[in-house]
């Protein structure tokens, strides 16, 4: 099966930046990381789990939630088998563990929706005012 493990997550002042990165390896029924358009997601003390952006297989399509919009920026390098969150402008609201899994599809509708039924350990990322 897949295997997940994001990183770069830490603590940082309101306004600041971060990079995440998931690292997959492995596959599933003879897929491989190119085939799979992947997404991140976080989830903050108390709530659940939210999608926050996306990016298709081939990397040419992107969608995200509407709170992360014109600060976060997802990327992928598919020969390295690694999917990137590029987060400016942390909020405090921003605070959460954040978690990369294969989505669903290519639309920027199903892409909402995580494809795989586990998740890696995730990476916490704590904004401070």
């Known amino acids: 099966q897949v295997q997940l493990a994001e990183s770069g997550g830490g603590l940082v002042q309101a306004g600041g930046s971060l990079r995440l990165s998931c690292a997959a390896s492995?596959?599933?029924?003879?897929?491989?990381?190119?085939?799979?358009?992947m997404g991140w997601f976080r989830q903050a003390p108390g709530k659940g789990r939210e999608f926050v952006a996306a990016i298709a297989w081939s990397g040419g399509g992107t969608v995200y939630a509407d709170s992360m919009k014109g600060r976060f920026t997802i990327s992928r390098d598919n020969a390295k088998n690694t999917v990137y969150l590029q987060m400016n402008s942390l909020k405090p609201e921003d605070t959460a563990v954040y978690y990369c899994?294969?989505?669903?599809?290519?639309?920027?509708?199903?892409?909402?929706?995580?494809?795989?039924?586990?998740w890696g350990p995730g990476t916490q990322v704590t904004v401070s005012s």
């Open positions: 899994n294969a989505v669903v599809g290519n639309t920027i509708v199903t892409m909402r929706r995580p494809l795989l039924d586990y």
């Open positions: 492995g596959a599933a029924s003879g897929r491989t990381f190119s085939s799979y358009s």
